[in-house]
T-cell receptor, first 115, second 111 residues
């Protein structure tokens, strides 16, 4: 149980374009989903927290107009990186929590490269 | 923001030995404690959660929590080469579902 998927696993896009990443909880209803970013050899950095049907809560320093999060259902959240730039190249990972709100299960991650 | 500190590593242990990982946290009211394993280039995988003082065992893994000392540890018994990974300590609560992660300890198990 507690399987989270992400799509795509890898994406390469040109500077100035937008990229959408999907995060799905496959076998449970995710009350809350989280989006993280991880640069090489660094730990995870929380970007935002989203609850189904509500606006996402962004961490300090994360631009909400650049990183658009939609949590339309209990099994799906999306992160859209708008007007991507090379410095947005990173490993983006979502996680989801269900009835045990404190345990988070991570998706496999999406490696974004902006050229 | 809760601070979570882990011994920096890297930690190298021979196959079959015990790997001992330590983690301290700054927020005394923290309630939930987790160990995640992250292989290079992959996302974290939850391997242990612990909520009460004492030990919790799951297979070759034992988590130990001491809230008075604000300390949580992970022991890996009979270490295998497949245990080579970065281990992340994470903390949250109460009433806060966000996880605060340590920087991670990289473990290498030598065959």
């Amino acid at each position: 149980g507690a399987v989270v998927s992400q799509h795509p696993s890898r994406v390469i896009c040109k500077s100035g374009t937008s990229v959408k990443i999907e995060c799905r909880s496959l076998d449970f209803q995710a009350t809350t989903m989280f989006w993280y970013r991880q640069f090489p050899k660094q730990s995870l950095m929380l970007m935002a927290t989203s609850n189904e049907g509500s606006k996402a809560t962004y961490e300090q320093g994360v631009e909400k107009d650049k990183f658009l999060i939609n949590h339309a259902s209990l099994t799906l959240s999306t992160l859209t990186v708008t007007s991507a730039h090379p410095e947005d190249s990173s490993f983006y990972i979502c996680s989801a929590s269900g009835t045990d709100l404190y345990e988070q299960y991570f998706g496999p991650g999406t490696r974004l490269t902006v050229t | 923001q809760k601070e979570v500190e882990q011994n920096s590593g890297p930690l190298s242990v021979p196959e079959g030995a015990i790997a001992s990982l330590n983690c301290t946290y700054s927020d005394r009211v923290s309630q939930s404690f987790f160990w995640y394993r992250q292989y290079s280039g992959k996302s974290p995988e939850l391997i242990m959660s612990i909520y009460s003082n004492g030990d919790k065992e799951d297979g070759r893994f034992t988590a130990q929590l001491n809230k008075a000392s604000q300390y949580v540890s992970l022991l890996i018994r009979d270490s295998q080469p497949s245990d080579s990974a970065t281990y992340l300590c994470a903390v949250n609560g109460p009433n806060d579902y966000k996880l605060s992660f340590g920087a991670g300890t990289t473990v290498t198990v030598r065959a």
